[in-house]
C-alpha cells in the first residue's frame, strides 16, 4: 500500500532459535512501528521507532529486541524463540506527508510466525 | 491507562443497509482517531483519520464522527455491500498512550449477506 514490504512473509521455526524480522519502507516516514497480533488482544505495540538508531519499548517488548540503522529499514529480532511468540507480526509507518496528515498510520502485509 | 473498545464484537447486515459501527475510549484527551479496515490474512488499510479538533470525515459512502466528551467515535457505512464483509479497528493516538503510539480496539468483523 504505502510502500511497505516485511520479510519473510511466513516463518516457521523451533524454540530457543533466534529469528529476524524485516521491514522496509520505500516513504521516507520518520516513524516505525512493530505489532504483534493475536486473537482477542487485537494488536499490541511491541516496539517503536522515532528516527535511526532511536527506538523505545511498547507494551510487549520483553523477548524481543529491534535496531534502526537506516530510514527505510526496521529489524525485530527474537533472540530465542518461544511458543508464545506465535503471532502474526505487523509493521506500521507514520509520520510523513504523503498520503494524508502526518499522524496517519500505515501498515505492512504481515509476517505470520510460528514457533513449534 | 487509555481502553478502546469496539462493540459489537461481530455484525451481519443484509446488502444495502446503512450500518454504524461504534469505538469508544476511556480518556478523552487524544490526538487523533484512525479507522482501519482488514480482510482476512492481509494487513490493515487506513480508512479516515479524526483529529481532535474534527467533528467528522467523509471518504465515499463511509463517514466517521468523534466525540471526545463522551470518548465515542462512529463509522457510518451507507449502502453497505457484499465487499464491505472485513474486520474494522479504531485505533487512538493520544495522551495517555504519548504522540505517535496508538491504542487500538479489538475490532470489529462484519459481514454484509448478498
Known amino acids: 500500500d504505502a510502500g511497505i514490504t516485511q520479510s519473510p512473509r511466513h516463518k516457521v521455526t523451533e524454540t530457543g532459535t533466534p529469528v529476524t524480522l524485516r521491514c522496509h519502507q520505500t516513504e521516507n516516514h520518520r516513524y516505525m512501528y512493530w505489532y504483534r497480533q493475536d486473537p482477542g488482544h487485537g494488536l499490541r505495540l511491541i516496539h517503536y521507532s522515532y528516527g535511526v538508531k532511536d527506538t523505545d519499548k511498547g507494551e510487549v517488548s520483553d523477548g524481543y529486541s529491534v535496531s534502526r540503522s537506516k530510514t527505510e529499514d526496521f529489524l525485530l529480532t527474537l533472540e530465542s524463540a518461544t511458543s508464545s511468540q506465535t503471532s502474526v507480526y505487523f509493521c506500521a509507518i507514520s509520520g510523513g506527508l504523503a498520503g494524508g496528515t502526518y499522524n496517519e498510520q500505515f501498515f505492512g502485509p504481515g509476517t505470520r510466525l510460528t514457533v513449534l | 491507562k487509555q481502553e478502546v473498545t469496539q462493540i459489537p464484537a461481530a455484525l451481519s447486515v443484509p446488502e444495502g443497509e446503512n450500518l454504524v459501527l461504534n469505538c469508544s475510549f476511556t480518556?478523552?484527551?487524544?490526538?487523533?482517531l484512525q479507522w482501519f479496515r482488514q480482510d482476512p490474512g492481509k494487513g490493515l488499510t487506513s480508512l479516515l483519520l479524526i483529529q481532535s479538533s474534527q467533528r467528522e470525515q467523509t471518504s465515499g459512502r463511509l463517514n466517521a464522527s468523534l466525540d471526545k466528551s463522551s470518548g465515542r467515535s462512529t463509522l457510518y457505512i451507507a449502502a453497505s455491500q457484499p465487499g464491505d464483509s472485513a474486520t474494522y479497528l479504531c485505533?487512538?493516538?493520544?495522551?495517555?498512550?504519548?504522540?505517535?503510539?496508538?491504542?487500538f480496539g479489538t475490532g470489529t468483523r462484519l459481514k454484509v449477506l448478498a
Open positions: 480518556d478523552s484527551a487524544i490526538y487523533n
Open positions: 485505533a487512538v493516538e493520544g495522551a495517555t498512550s504519548g504522540t505517535y503510539k496508538y491504542i
